[in-house]
């Protein structure tokens, strides 16, 4: 009896990667879930773990941290007794500033985070796939690298070179291992969001509606089975990334 798919989310306890694990562990997938402050799954994710009876484990790393990025494929496989063949690159690192405040160090920790960490987990899992053990990463994205605007330029320019990753590891990793990239819009609102916003937000976007969590999962799971394709970056964003907006979605449709 061959062994479900190990998948490995980063950011997996919480918020949007918890959902994309829930939808993995309806998958039938086992989970290794990356956290860096929160070990114990959401209450949805606990439901869905329980619900499915999914093999899963827990598992620390700071992604600014060299030695915990590197180490962690180990750790997984001391555990499971095998790598991870899926990775989804969910966590993400989100600070404010603009181009007058952002420094050098903003700029790198973002960098390392956001895009290093992704980059270097993705070529350790393809280190071990093969021909009879294929291997897929999903790198999660944003909507705003089709139109970058100035705020927060730290965290814009680290998924605009993920998103170019993406493309990159898809060439240099095949034919083993398949990468491809999901670029979410306003999904999850932070508390800065005040009442009525994201009702506004929804109306100003072309299909008129914002994307929940499950639809982004969904398109996790479906790059996931897409055998046949690789180097792709998947807007689900109720079509924002057609549009140019001038400012961060928190400052817009205020009142």
Aim: net charge negative.
């Amino acid at each position: 009896m061959s062994l479900p798919p190990l998948a490995l989310v980063t950011g997996g306890t919480r918020r949007l990667g918890a959902a994309i694990a829930a939808r993995l562990a309806g998958e039938g997938m086992s989970l290794a879930l990356h956290y860096r402050e929160h070990a114990d799954p959401d209450a949805a994710l606990a439901a869905a773990i329980a619900a499915h009876a999914t093999d899963w484990a827990a598992f620390p790393a700071d992604l600014a941290d060299e030695s915990d990025v590197e180490g962690l494929i180990p750790a997984i496989e001391a555990h499971f007794g095998r790598a991870p063949n899926v990775l989804v690159n969910s966590a993400s690192l989100w600070t404010e500033d603009d181009l007058a405040t952002a420094d050098m160090a903003s700029y790198a920790l973002h960098f390392r985070v956001n895009a290093a960490a992704p980059t270097i987990l993705a070529t350790r899992v393809a280190a071990r796939a093969s021909a009879a053990a294929p291997a897929v990463v999903v790198n999660i994205l944003d909507q705003r690298i089709a139109h970058p605007h100035g705020d927060q330029p730290s965290y814009t320019l680290s998924k605009l070179a993920l998103a170019e990753a993406t493309r990159l590891l898809a060439r240099t990793l095949a034919p083993h291992t398949r990468v491809l990239g999901v670029a979410p819009g306003l999904t999850i609102p932070t508390n800065e969001y005040v009442p009525g916003q994201m009702v506004r937000l929804a109306a100003t976007m072309p299909l008129g509606r914002l994307a929940s969590p499950e639809d982004i999962a969904d398109a996790v799971a479906w790059a996931v089975r897409a055998r046949s394709s690789t180097g792709q970056i998947l807007f689900v964003d109720g079509g924002a990334s057609l549009v140019s907006y001038d400012r961060d979605f928190v400052r817009l449709e205020r009142d």
